[in-house]
């Protein structure tokens, strides 16, 4: 079982930064490809950017340019910077991770709580 414990959401100005992270811990074998999904109102959730164990990223084309998907192999993190924020990122962020409960185990996802983001002066 994994658990995922993301931080970071706030309230922000148009224009301003804030940092995303996702903590995973609990028992599995390994932690594959990491992601940042979100959700605003009345919407469906979307990607906004992936992450490989290798490092290979993914973004969605509405953040490129503006955020930065990074993680830490060694504290199961994943982080997201966002910059020059638009009313139009407010929504509930989500993370996610797939994993292995053992070595030749297949892939499993699991999605975080959320976090609030909204940006509005």
């Known amino acids: 079982q994994v658990q995922l414990v993301e931080s970071g959401g706030d309230l922000v100005q148009p224009g301003g930064s804030l940092r995303l992270s996702c903590a995973a811990s609990?028992?599995?074998?390994?932690?594959?490809?990491m992601g940042w999904y979100r959700q605003a109102p009345g919407k469906q959730r979307e990607l906004v950017a992936v992450i490989g164990i290798g490092g290979t990223t993914n973004y969605a084309d509405s953040v490129k340019g503006r955020f930065t998907i990074s993680r830490d192999n060694a504290k199961n993190t994943v982080y997201l910077q966002m910059n020059s924020l638009k009313p139009e990122d407010t929504a509930v962020y989500y993370c996610?991770?797939?994993?292995?409960?053992?070595?030749?185990?297949?892939?499993?996802?699991?999605w975080g709580q959320g976090t609030q983001v909204t940006v509005s002066s």
């Open positions: 996610n991770a797939d994993y292995r409960t053992g070595r030749f185990s297949s892939l499993n996802t699991y």
């Open positions: 609990g028992s599995f074998f390994s932690i594959n490809g």
